[in-house]
């Protein structure tokens, strides 16, 4: 299951419950996050600190989902555009290629205030992108909205020969403030049906499903009905439409849209990549049905409410094997070098780039690492079948815990192998000499009980 969020968040700071959203009480949890926000809050000093450090709205969905055993697998940010992807543990090692990419359109494409961020990976095999875009402003903009959307998606590109371009992969979730508004009615009648739920009497005037008509990019794509309530604009800290001066009409400019890649498109591809794809989409099928499509009115921080959509996809798996399999041998504590054995369970391509993390049990993303050990330098034995890597004992937390070990691959840009729990015991030698522990930059500086209680 897949639980999407799209939400312009117009600058404003993440709220303290964030249950709402991610629907953290339903029955089931879903198997995969993704949330695209718009506006998030780029002036230049919080912005200069987001490089360096997680921004608010990271930091909030992170210490949410953790504990629930959810890894930030990736993310992307340009300005005021952000799009995060999230999954449970188990999915982890199965993800694999992962690339992010961003297409500038705001002041000629120089300013990325507006433009597109995107995310895309193979999922058991399967390719999917999501991208997240903040398009142009305003009721007569409804062209120049597209013109943007068909420049982003064909200015994206990635180092993928399976998938180079959006439009290649078998699924692709489009989603964001794309800012269709509702053109023609007045807002009397707008309000009317809003007030009666009958929104379908909005549908014909609604720009999006309008212009989905005459363009045939946007037909590819996939919405369901708009059975809730526009979600612009409101006044902060209300669930009232706007009563400012301008009177802004209601629209349903937060959306959520997906294409699974149909046999009669691709006029481009040869015959015989036609024939592949044709092979696999046989052989492991790929479906998608849309379980809730709503708005959630419980948020008020912002101008928008978010969008939240929830799919279902039914798919074989393409592999369920890991490419990696890796186990701390022996004992682990900071008083002694350790061992990390790993065997490749199927080919892939290692780099000199691949490293194996360090992560405390629960650890909530990929740089989330207590400590790492580069691969082929510190590689030890070697042979076809196993291989074992040093870990320096400076490296080892002292005071130990429960860990895991994760592979890295430089070339895939993910984990393709996790180790089952182990314990890191607590170093005695730190103990018996009154020393505690002090982490920096991920690695163990000992300083003594004094120093460190002052």
Same mark, same amino acid.
């Given at each position: 299951?897949?639980?999407?969020?799209?939400?312009?968040?117009?600058?404003?700071?993440?709220?303290?419950?964030?249950?709402?959203?991610?629907?953290?009480?339903?029955?089931?949890?879903?198997?995969?996050?993704?949330?695209?926000?718009?506006?998030?809050?780029?002036?230049?000093?919080?912005?200069? %600190?987001?490089?360096?450090?997680?921004?608010?709205?990271?930091?909030?969905?992170?210490?949410?989902?953790?504990?629930?055993?959810?890894?930030?697998?990736?993310?992307?940010?340009?300005?005021?555009?952000?799009?995060?992807?999230?999954?449970?543990?188990?999915?982890?090692?199965?993800?694999?290629?992962?690339?992010?990419?961003?297409?500038?359109?705001?002041?000629?494409?120089?300013?990325?205030?507006?433009?597109?961020?995107?995310?895309?990976?193979?999922?058991?095999?399967?390719?999917?992108?999501?991208?997240?875009?903040?398009?142009?402003?305003?009721?007569?903009?409804?062209?120049?909205?597209?013109?943007?959307?068909? %420049?982003?998606?064909?200015?994206?590109?990635? $180092?993928?020969?399976?998938?180079?371009?959006?439009?290649?992969?078998?699924?692709?979730?489009?989603?964001?403030?794309? @800012?269709?508004?509702?053109?023609?009615?007045?807002?009397?009648?707008?309000?009317?049906?809003? @007030?009666?739920?009958?929104? @379908?009497?909005?549908?014909?005037?609604?720009?999006? &499903?309008?212009?989905?008509?005459?363009?045939?990019?946007?037909?590819?794509?996939?919405?369901?009905?708009?059975?809730?309530?526009?979600?612009?604009?409101?006044?902060?800290?209300?669930?009232?439409?706007?009563?400012?001066?301008?009177?802004?009409?209601?629209?349903?400019?937060?959306?959520?849209?997906?294409?699974?890649?149909?046999?009669?498109?691709?006029?481009?591809?040869?015959?015989?990549?036609?024939?592949?794809?044709?092979?696999?989409?046989?052989?492991?099928?790929?479906?998608?049905?849309?379980?809730?499509?709503?708005? $959630?009115? +419980?948020?008020?921080?912002?101008?928008?409410?978010?969008?939240?959509?929830?799919? $279902?996809?039914?798919?074989?798996?393409?592999?369920?094997?890991?490419?990696?399999?890796?186990?701390?041998?022996?004992?682990?504590?900071?008083?002694?070098?350790?061992?990390?054995?790993?065997?490749?369970?199927?080919?892939?391509?290692? %780099?000199?780039?691949?490293?194996?993390?360090?992560?405390?049990?629960?650890?909530?993303?990929?740089?989330?690492? &207590?400590?790492?050990?580069?691969?082929?330098?510190?590689?030890?034995?070697? @042979?076809?079948?196993?291989?074992?890597?040093?870990?320096?004992?400076?490296?080892?937390?002292?005071?130990?815990?429960?860990?895991?070990?994760?592979?890295?691959?430089?070339?895939?840009?993910?984990?393709?192998?996790?180790?089952?729990?182990?314990?890191?015991?607590? %170093?005695?030698?730190?103990?018996?000499?009154?020393?505690?522990? +002090?982490?920096? $930059?991920?690695?163990?500086?000992?300083?003594?009980?004094?120093?460190?209680?002052?």
């Amino acid at each position: 299951m897949l639980h999407m969020v799209t939400w312009n968040v117009a600058t404003a700071d993440p709220p303290e419950d964030l249950a709402s959203l991610l629907q953290l009480n339903s029955p089931k949890s879903p198997d995969l996050y993704v949330i695209g926000l718009q506006e998030v809050y780029s002036g230049p000093l919080r912005f200069l %600190s987001d490089m360096l450090f997680d921004d608010p709205w990271s930091q909030a969905l992170i210490s949410t989902l953790a504990p629930r055993n959810y890894i930030k697998v990736s993310a992307v940010r340009m300005q005021g555009l952000l799009l995060l992807f999230f999954s449970k543990l188990e999915h982890v090692p199965f993800i694999r290629n992962i690339q992010t990419t961003y297409t500038r359109t705001g002041l000629f494409g120089y300013w990325g205030n507006k433009g597109g961020v995107s995310v895309r990976l193979a999922f058991y095999g399967h390719t999917l992108c999501f991208l997240n875009c903040h398009l142009a402003a305003h009721m007569d903009y409804a062209s120049e909205r597209v013109d943007e959307f068909e %420049s982003i998606m064909d200015a994206q590109t990635f $180092n993928c020969k399976k998938a180079p371009k959006i439009v290649d992969h078998r699924l692709v979730f489009w989603l964001g403030d794309l @800012n269709f508004r509702i053109q023609d009615h007045g807002m009397h009648f707008v309000r009317t049906c809003i @007030n009666d739920q009958t929104y @379908n009497l909005l549908w014909s005037k609604d720009q999006l &499903i309008m212009m989905k008509k005459k363009e045939q990019m946007l037909q590819e794509f996939e919405e369901g009905p708009l059975d809730f309530q526009p979600t612009y604009k409101f006044d902060r800290n209300s669930d009232t439409y706007d009563s400012s001066g301008k009177k802004r009409k209601p629209a349903w400019t937060d959306r959520i849209l997906w294409r699974l890649r149909s046999k009669t498109l691709s006029p481009d591809k040869r015959e015989e990549e036609k024939k592949e794809e044709e092979d696999e989409e046989e052989e492991y099928p790929l479906k998608i049905k849309q379980e809730l499509y709503t708005s $959630n009115m +419980e948020y008020s921080i912002s101008d928008h409410k978010p969008v939240i959509g929830i799919f $279902n996809l039914q798919l074989r798996k393409m592999f369920d094997t890991p490419l990696v399999r890796l186990q701390a041998e022996g004992d682990w504590s900071a008083d002694i070098d350790a061992m990390v054995i790993y065997s490749p369970l199927q080919p892939f391509t290692s %780099s000199t780039w691949d490293w194996i993390g360090l992560y405390k049990v629960g650890f909530s993303s990929v740089l989330d690492y &207590i400590t790492y050990t580069w691969v082929k330098d510190d590689e030890v034995v070697f @042979n076809e079948e196993i291989m074992q890597v040093y870990v320096s004992k400076e490296e080892i937390p002292v005071r130990g815990g429960e860990c895991v070990l994760c592979y890295f691959s430089s070339t895939m840009q993910s984990i393709i192998g996790i180790s089952e729990p182990f314990k890191v015991h607590e %170093s005695k030698v730190a103990l018996e000499e009154g020393f505690l522990p +002090e982490r920096i $930059n991920g690695l163990n500086k000992a300083v003594s009980e004094d120093e460190f209680w002052k």
